[in-house]
């Protein structure tokens, strides 16, 4: 009898912890495991913006798919995804087609620029490496060029991040460690710097602990950074960022504008005719979209309503990591004659923010709230403990943050 085959599309914390996983809990004669990812390594999403502000190697936070998973138990393709087609069970590559028995897609986000003019053409964003390792190098660009100019151009020394959730809060954050350096790098007057972040909603992080939100604000504003709360992003120029708040007007001089609000699924499943919102594909508690009982989908693209709000659950790593354990258990069983009856429910074990300079916030445990160093100390913890699920004690060592009490 064949053994049938399993795709994973996606390096992401979906798609490579259901490989790991699936390695582990299927034999050689079981089912043919196929990875396929565009770059033969994995990253840490959610160190991405301290790649982009400098304060974080971008080598720390990527590591080779080789490493963590078996390629004599697991096919590994590097290429490109161009199209899938669940009716034909085929997944189209840059180079190759692949046909399936079992498809899991765990391809990641892309930005979400909601229309604005200019967003797209001028703005920067924190999708991956190399679009963070873009911005480090452009940052520091134009602190070299400031004093290398006879007229000098503020816009230049002026860095605007749109957005004030969990990305955005980080990444000025980070930028807050950095430019103090980069002041005294390039002899620049820390005091001719700004950061500026923008925020739509009348608050930023919304939705968080608002005894939190105050908290991580005060130690953000005593770093530098200026907040726009309450402001629409109207339009982005080669040289300017303009917005509005209480119906009046204003423009920023910069060419550095940092996208971090908002992000979709990946267009690519909203193309393959599974029923989407921006990107993102309801699952049932199996992890499949409707009409398809041979296709999983984790991560950024699949969408899971948490019943207690009405709303959707957010797309974080922890659900990621969580809905590749549960799929891989299932995928196992279904293999070999069983497979869950239970429904898939995320677990969340908390939330932390970290404000960079070994600062943080969190809500874990049931409701407690952390600050501060126990807070950073936390998100380290967390961190850490991904690394020892995906590659084991070697792998923390490795890569993992073991600077828990930097002070």
């Not at 710097?193 to 604000?217: H, K, Q, S």
Request: glycine share 10%.
């Amino acid at each position: 009898m064949k053994s049938p085959s399993i795709v994973i599309l996606g390096a992401g914390y979906g798609g490579i912890m259901t490989a790991v996983k699936l390695q582990k809990k299927l034999g050689a004669n079981d089912a043919k495991i196929t990875l396929v990812n565009k770059h033969d390594y994995h990253y840490q999403t959610t160190w991405l913006h301290e790649n982009a502000a400098g304060t974080l190697h971008h080598d720390r936070t990527r590591l080779k798919i080789a490493d963590v998973v078996n390629t004599s138990r697991v096919n590994f393709v590097q290429d490109t995804v161009t199209e899938i087609k669940p009716d034909e069970k085929t997944v189209v590559l840059e180079n190759s087609d692949l046909s399936y028995d079992y498809l899991v897609i765990g391809l990641g986000f892309e930005a979400a620029t909601f229309g604005i003019p200019g967003l797209e053409e001028h703005a920067y964003t924190i999708n991956n490496i190399n679009s963070s390792r873009l911005i480090r190098q452009h940052i520091e660009y134009n602190f070299a060029k400031y004093n290398n100019e006879v007229e000098k151009k503020q816009e230049r020394l002026n860095i605007v991040v749109g957005g004030a959730g969990f990305t955005g809060i980080e990444f000025v954050g980070e930028l807050a460690n950095r430019v103090p350096e980069l002041c005294k790098e390039y002899d620049v007057p820390r005091e001719n710097v700004r950061i500026i972040n923008v925020e739509a909603a009348p608050t930023a992080l919304p939705g968080f602990d608002p005894a939190l939100v105050e908290y991580a604000m005060n130690s953000l504003e005593a770093r530098g950074v200026e907040f726009k709360i309450g402001a629409m992003i109207k339009e982005v120029t080669e040289n300017q960022l303009v917005f509005e708040k209480d119906e009046e007007r204003e423009e920023i001089p910069t060419n550095t504008v940092v996208w971090a609000a908002g992000v979709r699924g990946n267009s690519l499943v909203e193309n393959a005719g599974f029923e989407s919102n921006r990107g993102r594909t309801p699952v049932d508690g199996q992890l499949r979209p409707k009409g398809y009982e041979d296709v999983f989908i984790v991560g950024d693209c699949s969408l899971i309503m948490n019943e207690e709000t009405g709303r959707p659950y957010p797309p974080t790593a922890q659900i990621a990591i969580q809905q590749a354990e549960f799929l891989a258990d299932n995928l196992a069983g279904k293999i070999r004659g069983g497979g869950h009856e239970e429904d898939f429910v995320p677990n969340i074990q908390g939330t932390v923010a970290s404000l960079g300079d070994d600062d943080a916030i969190g809500v874990v445990f049931d409701g407690k709230k952390l600050f501060g160093w126990q807070a950073s100390a936390m998100k380290k913890i967390i961190d850490n403990r991904y690394l020892l699920k995906l590659g084991g004690l070697p792998l923390v060592l490795k890569k993992g943050k073991l600077n828990f009490f930097n002070f």
